[in-house]
Nanobody, 123 residues
Framework: QVQLVESGGGLVQPGESLRLSCAAS????????MYWVRQAPGKGLEWVSR????????SSADSVKGRFTISRDNAKKMLYLQMDNLKSEDTARYYC????????????????RGQGTQVTVSP
């Protein structure tokens, strides 16, 4: 079955960087659009960035545009999120997520997600 295991979260100060990683297994990784989504305490799920199946098309939410970069390595079945110039409002649990139809983008709320990794940005 689909397994997504995130890593790389932690506690950092504003302005610092983190790189999140996601190891995928149990499905044909290079056929699916992938997302990073996040959920802050007391708030709903928010999409952060997405990438198409071959890595050539990406997009990010306005709140992170220019600071976060999504990428993937299909040979290694890995998804990444490089987060630079982190802000306190980026504090959230970050989830790696996959769409469930081959080659098609999807609504992030319909994705299958991992357990997440916590990112805390605090002075």
């Amino acid at each position: 079955q689909v397994q997504l295991v995130e890593s790389g979260g932690g506690l950092v100060q504003p302005g610092e960087s983190l790189r999140l990683s996601c190891a995928a297994s149990g499905f044909t990784f290079d056929l699916y659009w992938m997302y990073w989504v996040r959920q802050a305490p007391g708030k709903g799920l928010e999409w952060v960035s997405r990438i198409n199946f071959d890595g050539r098309t990406t997009s990010s939410a306005d709140s992170v545009k220019g600071r976060f970069t999504i990428s993937r390595d299909n040979a290694k079945k890995m998804l990444y999120l490089q987060m630079d110039n982190l802000k306190s409002e980026d504090t959230a649990r970050y989830y790696c997520a996959t769409c469930t139809s081959e080659y098609k983008e999807c609504d992030f709320r319909t994705t299958v997600r991992g357990q997440g990794t916590q990112v805390t940005v605090s002075p």
